[in-house]
């Protein structure tokens, strides 16, 4: 079975600009979560989705936001770059009624200049 | 008080010792116990999931749940180089959520 994918791998953009970063969990998942991981503030929950809704969301600005279609992919969106935007962006699948066990994709490396 | 405390460490063990990983938690709701392991610019990969009071086993690992104090811990016997990574305690509080500890950084000298 396939893993979690997420795309890009890596992005560089500059402070101001927008950015969306794709997720495309497991087959056969259903909840997709966004986590921000930084030296400093270690993995922060940005926000989860379970059949295109959003169902609980971190203490994040308003600027990240997320999506997910009706095939389970997810993207998430950040608006308005800051440097302190630049970090690792994870998102995790796992199987709604299961034992809540969460698979990591990659990651998207994002620096912000 | 965070919610997921762990020492962040370095902890350093030398090969073929056995590694003791340790989490405590406040949130006495929480359901479900995990521990991932993450190599550094790698993304986190789950290697022990525990629900109930007690030890489980699997391979050299073993975690440990004690529900009544809140805490949760991981056991690596016979430690490898190989396991020198950050293990990560996490645990489900319910509502779509789970909550990361900071990480423990492990060392096992050769």
């Known amino acids: 079975k396939a893993g979690v994918t997420q795309t890009p791998r890596y992005l560089i953009k500059t402070r101001g600009q927008q950015v969306t970063l794709s997720c495309s969990p497991i087959?056969?998942?259903?909840?997709v979560s966004w986590y921000q991981q930084t030296p400093g503030q270690g993995l922060q929950f940005l926000f989860e989705y379970f059949s295109e809704t959003q169902r609980n969301k971190g203490n994040f600005p308003g600027r990240f936001s997320g999506r997910q279609f009706s095939n389970s992919r997810s993207e998430m969106n950040v608006s308005t770059l800051e440097l302190g935007d630049s970090a690792l962006y994870l998102c995790?699948?796992?199987?709604?009624?299961?034992?809540?066990?969460?698979?990591f994709g990659p990651g998207t490396r994002l620096t912000v200049l | 008080q965070k919610e997921v405390e762990q020492n962040s460490g370095p902890l350093s063990v030398p090969e073929g010792a056995i590694a003791s990983l340790n989490c405590t938690y406040s949130?006495?709701?929480?359901?479900?116990f995990f521990w991932y392991r993450q190599y550094s610019g790698k993304s986190p990969e789950l290697i022990m999931s525990i629900y109930s009071n007690g030890d489980k086993e699997d391979g050299r690992f073993t975690a440990q749940l004690n529900k009544a104090s809140q805490y949760v811990s991981l056991l690596i016997r016979d430690s490898q180089p190989s396991d020198s990574a950050t293990y990560l305690c996490a645990l489900y509080t319910g509502g779509f959520k789970t909550i990361f500890g900071a990480g423990t950084r492990l060392f096992v000298k050769a």
């Open positions: 949130d006495r709701g929480s359901q479900s």
């Open positions: 995790a699948s796992s199987y709604v009624g299961g034992n809540n066990e969460q698979f």
């Open positions: 087959s056969g998942h259903r909840s």
